[in-house]
């Protein structure tokens, strides 16, 4: 009898874990609808926890037969690629993490999701640019690809894990005035995350810019005040933007 090779395997197993009922809630959750962000996205419902069970076993896959998972119209094939290539990057030496970020970056077409971007940016594309030029985020921000621009917020959460908030800030300020909810929210929540580690800083851009942030932006990014100070920079908003409409 044939062996199956590690990619036959792997859907294998997904499909083993999938659920029709949870496959069906996916496809409302991540908005598949005609017209919607997802559109057309198709779904087994296997969890996460699942995927990342079967990731383990399989973390020394080909970048061959990633690609050939990541190209699948199938979300949890995507996102499984997408995991061993995160489970893979610390693992590998200087040369083969530079395949993998340029792998990354030139597959955007295929990381077209939030869950997608977020389980993954901050771990191979922030991770990669730590001790390098980060120009290509300020590129991603300034795309017409939502994905790639998610990515360029989303991916600071590297930076901001060590102390670094200043590519977040740049980063936020070009994607101000996005047109897509899901930006706004990345955003704020990034904003939110400098916040946790440092108020100062925050408070500092927030001054400057709360006035001007689309409110799921403000709202997120300060989430965690008190309802004192959350209240005092909804306030800076919404008197901005009447003196805005009386114009």
């Not at 792997?10 to 809630?25: K, Q, S, T, V």
């Not at 598949?32 to 995927?51: C, I, M, N, S, W």
């Amino acid at each position: 009898m044939r062996t199956p090779t590690q990619l036959a395997a792997i859907r294998a197993e997904l499909r083993a874990a999938g659920d029709p009922e949870r496959a069906i809630h996916s496809r409302r959750f991540f908005k598949t609808g005609k017209g919607e962000y997802a559109e057309g996205d198709r779904f087994l419902g296997v969890t996460v926890p699942d995927q990342r069970r079967i990731v383990a076993r399989y973390r020394d896959l080909a970048l061959k037969e990633i690609l050939t998972l990541l190209h699948s119209p199938i979300h949890e094939e995507r996102l499984t690629a997408l995991l061993i290539l995160t489970a893979q990057y610390p693992r590998a030496t200087s040369e083969q993490q530079e395949v993998i970020a340029r792998t990354y970056l030139s597959q955007t077409k295929w990381i077209n999701n939030w869950d997608l971007v977020d389980c993954t940016a901050p771990r191979i594309t922030g991770a990669h640019l730590l001790k390098r030029s980060r120009s290509v985020l300020r590129r991603f921000a300034k795309s017409k690809n939502l994905w790639e621009r998610r990515i360029a917020i989303i991916s600071t959460l590297a930076f901001i894990s060590k102390g670094d908030f200043k590519e977040t800030f740049t980063i936020s300020k070009i994607l101000m005035h996005d047109s897509h909810d899901l930006i706004h929210k990345a955003v704020g929540w990034m904003l939110r995350e400098v916040g946790k580690r440092d108020l100062q800083p925050l408070d500092t851009f927030l001054k400057e810019y709360a006035d001007r942030m689309p409110r799921t932006m403000l709202r997120y990014a300060i989430e965690k005040y008190p309802q004192k100070k959350r209240m005092k920079y909804l306030a800076m908003r919404n008197t901005h933007r009447k003196t805005l409409d009386t114009h």
